[in-house]
């Protein structure tokens, strides 16, 4: 029998109106590394957050070295001594390294004085046992995101971290700091630290897991060691269904090029062409910082073009601003609705005609309520939008329909060109079959439709085909037939394909 | 209590508790209820009201304005000079207003193209604006004359219609204009979005910049109104106008309901709040309080009913 640090039985998280996991269980063994695998939304998160007593649980137990605890907050289990590396790095640029180590727990002197001295050779020292070599007085903006990683997880052990969550660490790491990071990895498992490892990337996972825990739909599925596991297997436990029920493919005659991007080029992109037809779904698939979005925010008029042209209907168009895009039957609907995508204090209406007022605009700039309402009620009814009024403020809806407002914002300025990034992030998986539906239905009606996703099963279910960007470029374009996961993954690292 | 109910009442909060607040005051003071000291209040809120509805505008872009106290002086200084030159009214009341609008507008394109803090563009604006209304009335009042048309100006402050002050009804068509824009047209919707979430906006295919100069214009142009009516009242205008008077705008405002992070809010809560004010001002004075304490008991006053509605959110 295993040693275990860390279980985790039975728990429920609820959220108003929502149950995030269920009866979800985790063991985290003494001396191990546990994956921790899911889809988006799969719970994995909330888990994690369950876990440190950033969420406290609705049910359920946990037990840490064997006894049953309650962290208040992630304050208290750091204390306690569970650590967690996010995506997004909790450090603070401006500050040196050793600084960021020691914040809210500097030495001092007994004149209050802190002991520099002693800062930077215990900093030294921990930045050895992660095989960093730097000096701990460099500022810790000047490095690259695998080494503030290793900064951070040095702060972990600094803290004397027993457990180690890492959440999708190597998103943003090249293929050698990602090395690194597993030696720093296969270190601290000898010296008998337990980790738990979120990543997508499955091959991954075989590399340096020993066990692996999969969520599906905030639901527990199945814990198994790694050896008695299949990529295949993996996915099919994560995924719960065939890929083609999700995803119910349309397959029509496409009509003629819409619209061209010709060797578009500035800060973010470089030498970007591609064409889209009338009814096709053009899947834009990459890595974070690969250039997607901005290459949808450079069409729809956001970022300023430096070369390069925009076709549309065979006429070369210019657009300085979403204004601009809007005019040439160009919509965008962004990956951030909460940022930059809603506005979430007015209402399902308003934001629903918000990019068309003058459609409804009469004399004296009299905007036609009775219009107004028709309208979005149309919308409201043919997305079925839950909402109990059209007058109800946006930020009290779900994500799900929250993001179908997000897309009839879009539509209701009939677009020819729809550029969705990430539709479905955050949207649970009900919500997510409806709006796969929504945009075959936009498909079939002949819409161009340009569809950035990091999420490579709804890439490949959705496409009809897919360009990969690395690093501002087109990194390599698939039909759908020959499109794989791994293909699309070795594109977006900037591998060529064999 | 149902919830029906419940709504209903915190719905009219503002109403409620501005007319208890009266009530309150007629009981601790006979002279309050009568007709001739409720126009007087009237009258005496109208400048601030006038200046606090385009302040709502700005406040509800989450933007602020200062410089309105001294736009309304120098937009009184020129109309008076104008008149007492011999300028017919109506072209030194429509001067006075684009003077307004213009001021306005640079302060807009400060805060839209330069990208400054609205904070900062329009104290700057305040200070530069009463600058140069010390330096063109010569730090000295500016009477407005004997010419005809100063004394058709003088009804704008003092004249009445029907028995009510002349001030009050351009409150009244204001605030009824205010409301028509924010209510039924496309630049209100925008100015609420705006408020609400500007990159949204942006990305929603609005020109943020020109909602915001249009914004900054009609506050600059309801301070000019309000330094008419209060160069008419006095048939003359004072360097020194309008000082402070931005801050009881947005009082005025805030007191309304109105969200100093903008999006939220609108001008019938501002009438309310300016009415607050007023009264509070008329009952003090009514019940002999000094300055002094009036200024003590103004701030705890707007402190409270601010808390308050904080607590109910």
């Known amino acids: ?498 | 209590m149902n919830k029906k109910n419940k709504e209903l009442l915190m719905k009219y909060k503002s109403v409620i508790g501005l007319i208890v607040f009266s009530l309150i005051i007629a009981v601790l003071n006979d002279r309050f209820l009568t007709v001739s000291n409720i126009l007087n209040v009237f009258k005496q809120t109208s400048i601030n009201s006038v200046i606090a509805a385009g302040m709502t505008f700005i406040i509800l872009t989450g933007g602020i304005d200062l410089s309105v106290g001294s736009t309304l002086a120098l937009s009184g200084a020129i109309a008076a000079s104008l008149l007492a030159s011999g300028t017919p009214m109506i072209v030194a009341v429509i001067s006075a207003i684009l003077l307004g609008a213009f001021i306005g507008f640079l302060n807009g394109i400060i805060i839209a193209k330069g990208k400054v803090q609205p904070f900062i563009a329009t104290l700057a604006m305040m200070t530069i604006i009463r600058g140069v209304t010390l330096i063109f009335t010569n730090g000295r009042p500016i009477s407005t004359g004997d010419f005809s048309g100063a004394e058709i100006f003088s009804f704008i402050g003092s004249g009445k219609v029907f028995g009510i002050p002349f001030p009050i009804i351009i409150t009244i068509v204001v605030f009824a204009i205010a409301y028509y824009i924010l209510k039924n047209t496309s630049l209100g919707r925008y100015v609420y979005a705006l408020g609400g979430n500007e990159e949204a906006t942006k990305l929603s295919g609005i020109n943020v910049m020109q909602v915001k100069y249009k914004a900054y214009a009609i506050s600059g142009a309801l301070a000019a109104v309000a330094g008419l009516i209060v160069t008419a009242r006095l048939s003359s205008a004072q360097p020194q106008a309008g000082s402070g008077y931005e801050l009881d705008a947005i009082a005025a405002v805030v007191l309304g309901g109105t969200s100093l992070a903008g999006g939220k809010g609108g001008v019938i809560g501002t009438i309310i709040g300016a009415l607050i004010i007023g009264i509070l001002n008329n009952a003090l004075n009514l019940m002999d309080v000094t300055s002094y304490y009036q200024l003590l008991i103004k701030g705890i006053v707007i402190l409270v009913a601010v808390l308050i509605d904080r607590d109910s959110e």
């Open chain 1, 1 to 498: 029998m295993e040693n275990i640090i860390l279980r985790m039985e039975n728990v429920r998280k609820e959220f108003p109106g929502v149950v995030a996991i269920n009866n979800v269980h985790l063991n985290v063994y003494d001396g191990k590394i546990m994956a921790l695998l899911g889809e988006n939304g799969a719970g994995k998160s909330t888990l994690v957050k369950v876990m440190t007593g950033v969420y406290k649980r609705t049910s359920g137990d946990i037990y840490y070295k064997g006894e049953p605890v309650e962290f208040k907050g992630p304050k208290e289990s750091q204390e306690a001594g569970i650590a967690i590396i996010h995506q997004e790095l909790n450090l603070i640029n401006e500050l040196s390294i050793a600084e960021n180590i020691f914040i809210g727990r500097e030495f001092k002197n007994k004149f209050g004085r802190i002991d520099w001295k002693k800062t930077y050779i215990e900093a030294e020292k921990l930045l050895n046992e992660v095989g960093l070599n730097e000096n701990p007085k460099e500022i810790v903006g000047a490095l690259s995101i695998g080494k503030q990683q290793l900064v951070e997880i040095a702060k972990a052990l600094s803290l004397n971290a027993k457990l180690i969550v890492l959440d999708e660490p190597t998103d943003a790491l090249t293929d050698k700091e990602t090395e690194s990071l597993f030696k720093v990895m296969r270190k601290l498992r000898e010296d008998g630290k337990s980790m738990v490892y979120i990543s997508h990337r499955l091959e991954e996972i075989f590399e340096i897991c020993d066990d692996v825990t999969i969520l599906r739909d905030g639901e527990f599925i199945k814990e198994e060691k790694i050896e008695n596991l299949t990529k295949d297997k993996m996915i099919e436990l994560m995924v719960g269904r065939k890929l083609e029920e999700q995803f119910p493919k349309i397959n029509h005659k496409f009509g003629k090029t819409i619209f061209q991007a010709v060797n578009l080029e500035n800060k973010y992109l470089k030498d970007v062409s591609f064409g889209i037809k009338e009814g096709e779904i053009l899947g834009i698939a990459g890595l974070m910082g690969a250039g997607r979005t901005e290459l949808a925010k450079t069409i729809y008029g956001v970022y300023k073009l430096k070369y390069g042209k925009l076709i549309l209907d065979d006429k070369e168009i210019s657009i300085n601003n979403p204004k601009d895009a809007i005019n040439k039957k160009i919509a965008y609907v962004s990956e951030d609705r909460k940022k930059d995508g809603l506005i979430l204090s007015l209402s399902v209406k308003e934001n629903i005609h918000i990019s068309a007022l003058k459609n409804i605009e009469g004399k004296l700039g009299y905007l036609d309520r009775k219009k107004e309402k028709e309208d979005a009620q149309e919308y409201i009814d043919s997305m079925s939008i839950k909402t109990p009024s059209m007058n109800q403020k946006v930020k009290n809806l779900s994500g799900g329909n929250q993001q179908k407002v997000a897309i009839a914002k879009s539509l209701i300025t009939n677009p020819k060109l729809l550029i969705l990034d990430e539709p479905t992030r955050g949207v649970d998986v009900g919500a997510k079959k409806e709006i796969y539906d929504l945009i075959n239905e936009y498909k079939k009606q002949g819409m161009s439709i340009l569809m950035i996703s990091s999420e490579i099963p709804e890439i490949l279910g959705m496409s009809d085909r897919i360009i990969v960007m690395h690093e501002g470029r087109i990194a390599g374009e698939l039909s759908i037939k020959e499109a794989t996961q791994e293909k699309i993954m070795s594109l977006a690292v900037g591998e060529q394909v064999i």
